[in-house]
């Protein structure tokens, strides 16, 4: 029996003003009366660390929590290139409605418009906050701030700081964070993470947490509750997301009873370095800005083992420039990434693995000089030489796709509250703004959008109808049955006493869902995908190995239980991806293509979000659909050739 | 190649630490020196015995987490590069690898190879940031920051908090660490209301901590993100400022 109802709780009314009109109608919560609430914000990446700090600046007590040993480490720092704003600084022709549309087209028509265009509307405030915070975005000569273009649109919207505005947003709202706690207005916890979600009456009432140094398990009660804990890119286990990023606290949140939609919106990144073995532990990206000079091509011949400058010219394929002569080596990244994969496939794939693709400069050199380029790219090549000992000055890079990003996510209305109340999702770990791919700088927008503006005002709607109720004692029983069910999973994983790592079972769970469930993804695959993924947990689950005490310090305890949820959730993927019978965005089934490859999507029959019920270990889960309805943004065909 | 490893190992903040010896075999070039680790620790748990705990996170050189001392040098042997982006193709066959936790007084050791580094969020709390609560700010292109401010400031500020400049450091000190984010702050016309508070708070609580700067210099050389010295004699300038400045008066330029 279901028990899930989906209200996107969406506005009407002209797009442009249904955020206004919301906000308006939303119930507040008066200055004197926030301090009576407790929230509880679990992450502190660009989503969390704002959030944290936006409602602890509001008066509302919040306790803070991440399993990293300080905020700052969350895996928002390592992203790259920019973040997106409709400033139209650049007198380009931008506005706000421009990036709504790029963002909806460039989603492949599967997210919700009206959380769209309120992204695009924010984004502004966005790049007004982090200045007034001290991000050092790029300047020109003058002093004003400097923008960029990037994949997927034809203004230049990006704000940047070096290669590194990941980190700078990051840093800004860690720091905004730590002022706050300096405060007193928020208690942070530190190498504390989320095991549990605790609902009492189908209402979120707190947290079951452990102390990843005492290994103390331990509950947290809050009024809500916000989950802003990444996306689940490491199912694939080789991704460019960090060792410790995991699905946990969303999956845990599922499994009480929260839908997760889109599992199988996967984005793969087209630039990564390839991996070089067996032992390889993660897959560094290289950025997209690559891809402005730098021509992808693979040798004409099959198995081709000369070195790169002995091919000449005529006997190499420039397959992106072949195939999409209007964007060429800038093709958007699902169909950089798969394209890519075709000629890997046919075994036209370079390197002592044949597993990438060139992106040779010596173009770009020869046209600009090997100053400017080493001036835009420098950085760029040195972390690659470091890595591979090849300068790409002299050898072209080698690259391949990897996972990146994940767009699915816990589902959540316009408000961002997951179907529990009280229980919300914020940045990755929501699946509301970018449909089936996401553009280029787009995530920290979401993210810092969602924590800065979005649930700041959206959470006083549902607060101010808990007025004058204390949060649930953690000596209630819905506390005590959670932390003992923690306790006895500790003691179960440390008591399998098998031969393997976890680390063993989530590379080999990776392989799988990565050749069923990756870049193409087919009937028979998925079908087979849904047979070994069981198999291999249950041998997972009697043959793993945690050594070590369980209180104190244990990595193999911590690895363990996000192991078990990837396997869980790896099954959705495989399950959600045979669903949808279509191609959009990054989901590929080989089964729905033009006669010239391209992905085909279905709108008479898919144009839906696909949230999926939670229904036990094992069984088959509930299908729930939401309708999307394009009202403003018409769908269409994308067409880069 | 095969390596011999004398790895520290400590069961937690109070039991007493020794050396154990390993042996890595089969290491590939290509390896990056946490993976190199990460088939030890393979190997440790195929033999039943506890792996050597150690942290790290994004493995790109930006988060942080890593961080080792690698025959007595913090990062190891290459310069500007933190542990996570050191490949093996920077050892050679036959060698011995001693591996340690960050030595310093300010990071005690929680297990093994890993330290609490909460002293660093501490001197962030007292005064890293710029009071800027979420609102309305004026327009971004409001506030001109003249492009050479803004790169020097972004120089200081790509700083990881790693903690390997106190590490190296033959007084613990954490003078470049502070002083980056002060930099950073205090170079931006955004950063100026609060400037000589700022200073005053975080030196004197990086002072709770912390040791003092002699000036040997070995942070910078061991800074991944090649952080330069200069910012702490920018920072010694404005923390005497700090204490002669009429503060009344910071609108007069």
Same mark, same amino acid.
């Given at each position: 029996m279901s028990t899930i109802t989906l209200d996107s709780k969406v506005p009407s009314g002209p797009i442009e003003e249904r955020w206004d009109n919301h906000r308006f109608t939303m119930k507040l919560v008066n200055p004197a009366n926030k =301090?009576?609430?407790?929230? !509880?914000?679990?992450?502190?990446?660009?989503?969390?660390? $704002?959030? +944290?700090?936006? !409602? /602890?600046?509001?008066?509302? %007590?919040?306790?803070?929590?991440?399993?990293?040993?300080?905020?700052?480490?969350?895996?928002?720092?390592?992203?790259?290139?920019?973040?997106? /704003? *409709?400033?139209?600084?650049?007198?380009?022709?931008?506005?706000?409605?421009?990036?709504?549309?790029?963002?909806? #087209?460039?989603?492949?028509?599967?997210?919700?418009?009206?959380?769209?265009?309120? !992204?695009?509307?924010? $984004?502004?405030? @966005? @790049?007004?906050?982090?200045? *007034? %915070? &001290?991000?050092?975005?790029?300047?020109?000569?003058?002093?004003?701030?400097?923008?960029? $273009?990037? &994949?997927?649109? %034809?203004?230049?919207?990006?704000?940047y700081a070096r290669g590194q505005t990941g980190q700078q947003l990051l840093l800004g709202a860690y720091q905004a964070l730590m002022q %706050?706690?300096?405060?007193?207005?928020?208690?942070?916890?530190?190498?504390?993470?989320?095991?549990?979600?605790?609902?009492?009456?189908?209402?979120?009432?707190?947290?079951?947490? =452990?102390?990843?140094?005492?290994?103390?398990?331990?509950?947290?009660?809050?009024?809500?509750?916000? !989950? +802003?804990?990444?996306?689940?890119?490491?199912?694939?286990?080789?991704?460019?997301?960090?060792?410790?990023?995991?699905?946990? +606290?969303?999956? =845990? +949140?599922?499994?009480?009873?929260?839908?997760?939609?889109?599992?199988?919106?996967?984005? @793969?990144?087209?630039?990564? @370095?390839?991996?070089?073995?067996?032992?390889?532990?993660?897959?560094?990206?290289?950025?997209?800005?690559?891809?402005?000079?730098? =021509?992808?091509?693979?040798?004409? #011949?099959?198995?081709?083992?000369r070195a790169p400058d002995q091919i000449p010219e005529d006997e190499r394929d420039y397959y992106l420039e072949r195939r999409y002569p209007s964007f060429g080596n800038l093709a958007p990244r699902d169909i950089a990434s798969r394209a890519a994969k075709v000629v890997v496939d046919e075994g036209r794939g370079v390197g002592p693995l044949k597993n990438g693709v060139y992106l040779d400069f010596s173009d770009a050199i020869g046209r600009l000089g090997q100053n400017v380029v080493f001036e835009r790219y420098g950085n760029l090549f040195d972390m690659y030489e470091r890595i591979t000992d090849e300068d790409p000055m002299k050898v072209p890079m080698r690259i391949y796709p990897a996972s990146h990003y994940t767009m699915g996510g816990l589902w959540v209305d316009y408000n961002l509250m997951t179907n529990i109340p009280g229980l919300y999702a914020l940045g990755e770990a929501n699946f509301s703004d970018h449909g089936a791919n996401r553009l280029g700088a787009s995530a920290l927008m979401q993210g810092l959008a969602d924590g800065y503006f979005v649930v700041p005002y959206t959470i006083g709607d549902y607060l101010a109808g808990l007025l004058g109720q204390a949060p649930v004692s953690t000596d209630d029983p819905a506390f005590a049955q959670a932390e003992q069910g923690i306790r006895d999973e500790v003691k179960r994983w440390i008591s399998v006493g098998g031969t393997k790592s976890p680390e063993h079972y989530h590379r080999e769970l990776g392989k799988l869902v990565w050749e069923y469930c990756g870049m193409a993804r087919e009937r028979n695959g998925l079908e087979k995908a849904l047979t070994e993924i069981p198999a291999l947990r249950e041998e997972f689950e009697k043959n793993v190995r945690v050594l070590g005490d369980p209180d104190g310090v244990n990595q193999s305890l911590e690895k363990v239980g996000r192991v078990a949820d990837f396997f869980e959730l790896g099954e959705l993927m495989c399950r959600d991806a045979l669903m949808r019978e279509e191609s959009c965005g990054g989901h590929f089934r080989v089964e729905h293509q033009t006669e010239e490859g391209e992905a085909q999507r279905d709108d008479e029959n898919f144009s839906f979000v696909g949230a999926w019920e939670y229904t036990g270990k094992g069984n088959v889960p509930n299908l729930h659909r939401e309708p999307l309805v394009f009202e403003f943004v018409k769908p269409t065909v994308r067409s880069y050739k | 190649m095969n390596l011999t490893l004398k790895v520290w190992r400590q069961e937690g903040p109070d039991a007493a630490g020794r050396f154990e010896t390993y042996q890595a075999n089969d290491v590939k070039d290509e390896m990056s020196f946490l993976e190199m680790l990460d088939n030890v620790n393979e190997a440790l748990i195929e033999d039943g015995r506890e792996p050597i705990t150690f942290d790290s996170d994004c493995r790109e050189g930006i988060c942080g987490t890593c961080g080792l001392m690698i025959n007595g040098q913090a990062h190891g042997p290459q310069k500007g590069t933190a542990t996570c982006q050191l490949h093996m193709r920077k050892f050679t066959d036959g060698e011995t690898i001693v591996i340690e936790p960050w030595r310093a007084a300010a990071f005690p050791v929680q297990k093994d190879l890993m330290v609490d580094r909460s002293a660093l969020d501490a001197i962030i709390e007292a005064g890293g940031y710029i009071s800027a609560d979420t609102g309305a700010p004026r327009d971004a292109n409001e506030i001109l920051v003249p492009k050479p401010a803004a790169d020097t400031a972004m120089d200081a500020a790509a700083c990881i908090g790693c903690g390997a400049c106190v590490a190296a450091c033959p007084n613990g000190a954490g003078q470049l660490f502070t002083s980056a984010k002060l930099a950073h702050l205090n170079l931006l016309p955004q950063g100026q209301a609060e400037r000589w508070k700022r200073t005053e708070d975080m030196v004197e609580t990086m002072e709770l901590f912390f040791g003092s700067c002699t000036n040997y210099g070995e942070c910078q050389e061991a800074c991944p993100k090649e952080i330069p010295i200069d910012f702490i004699a920018l920072m010694n300038r404005d923390y005497l400022k700090s204490k002669i400045k009429n503060r009344k008066l910071i609108g007069q330029g």
């Open positions: =301090r009576k609430f407790t929230v !509880l914000v679990v992450g502190t990446g660009l989503a969390g660390a $704002s959030a +944290a700090a936006t !409602l /602890a600046e509001l008066g509302y %007590q919040v306790k803070c929590f991440t399993f990293h040993d300080s905020p700052r480490r969350a895996h928002s720092i390592a992203a790259q290139g920019g973040i997106n /704003a *409709a400033k139209n600084y650049k007198n380009d022709g931008d506005s706000i409605y421009r990036l709504f549309y790029d963002t909806v #087209k460039g989603g492949d028509f599967r997210a919700r418009e009206s959380n769209v265009y309120r !992204l695009a509307q924010v $984004s502004v405030n @966005i @790049i007004d906050q982090c200045v *007034a %915070q &001290g991000v050092p975005f790029a300047r020109e000569y003058g002093g004003l701030l400097d923008n960029r $273009s990037f &994949g997927g649109a %034809q203004v230049s919207r990006t704000f %706050q706690v300096s405060l007193g207005r928020v208690e942070l916890h530190t190498k504390t993470e989320l095991l549990d979600v605790v609902t009492k009456d189908g209402v979120c009432v707190g947290i079951v947490t =452990r102390d990843l140094v005492s290994g103390e398990v331990r509950s947290w009660s809050g009024h809500a509750t916000l !989950l +802003a804990t990444g996306g689940y890119g490491n199912a694939f286990y080789l991704s460019t997301n960090a060792m410790n990023c995991n699905v946990t +606290a969303a999956w =845990r +949140a599922h499994k009480k009873g929260a839908a997760f939609a889109n599992p199988c919106y996967t984005q @793969i990144h087209p630039t990564c @370095i390839p991996a070089s073995d067996e032992f390889q532990s993660k897959l560094t990206l290289m950025s997209e800005s690559l891809r402005n000079d730098g =021509r992808i091509w693979v040798p004409k #011949k099959h198995d081709d083992n | -």
